[in-house]
T-cell receptor
């Protein structure tokens, strides 16, 4: 199955700044996704990153706050813009390998703390 | 949107005991999946279920896809300390939605 390298693994950022999280997959995948996991909580889908087109955002998430890039079939970035302490969370990227084995592969996550 | 209700929220068990957790939904899913998340890591897929009624095992883990396609359970037999972690159910119908997780603690 696909292996995802996600970075940074953690960061502490000042409010009002932006952070870009990168995910690199070791094989070409059609679909990539970005999730947020608040402390002790489940995973909430932020958006689906589509190669060659704009990302599709879930209710409650907007492009201005979470711009996403998907320049090719192995790479995606998520930017958390104009951060506030409420953005402190774990951000996870995942990929749908689109093969017989269902289920997504996840990166190890980015633990973001906004101070 | 699709809501998954996962229970129990947490479990404290003795090593060697069996564990059971389940998920229910008001919506139908095409695929049910069970993931485990260790601290500081992303979720790792344990078992995937593709057909209603399907019962699948992976070592000490057994999971079933409910006949209504709206529920699933995961059993862990003879628990060991490394089973500690958070277990998430997930339903897939296009994209994937996650339950709230079951935090498992295993006492040696």
């Amino acid at each position: 199955s696909a292996v995802i390298s996600q970075k940074p693994s953690r960061d502490i950022c000042q409010r009002g700044t932006s952070l870009t999280i990168q995910c690199q997959v070791d094989s070409q995948v059609t679909m990539m996704f970005w999730y947020r996991q608040q402390p002790g909580q489940s995973l909430t889908l932020i958006a689906t990153a589509n190669q060659g087109s704009e990302a599709t955002y879930e209710s409650g998430f907007v492009i201005d706050k979470f711009p996403i890039s998907r320049p090719n079939l192995t790479f995606s970035t998520l930017t958390v813009s104009n951060m506030s302490p409420e953005d402190s969370s774990i951000y996870l990227c995942s990929a749908d390998p689109g093969q017989e084995v269902y289920g997504y592969t996840f990166g190890s996550g980015t633990r973001l703390t906004v101070v | 949107g699709q809501q998954l209700n996962q229970s129990p929220q947490s479990m404290f068990i003795q090593e060697g005991e069996d564990v059971s957790m389940n998920c229910t939904s008001s919506s139908i899913f095409n695929t049910w999946l069970w993931y485990k998340q260790d601290p500081g890591e992303g979720p790792v897929l344990l078992i995937a279920l593709y057909k209603a009624g399907e019962l699948t095992s992976n070592g000490r883990l057994t999971a079933q896809f409910g006949i209504t396609r709206k529920d699933s359970f995961l059993n862990i037999s003879a628990s060991i300390p490394s089973d500690v972690g958070i277990y998430f159910c997930a339903g897939q119908l296009g994209d994937m939605r996650f339950g709230a997780g079951t935090r498992l603690t295993v006492k040696p």
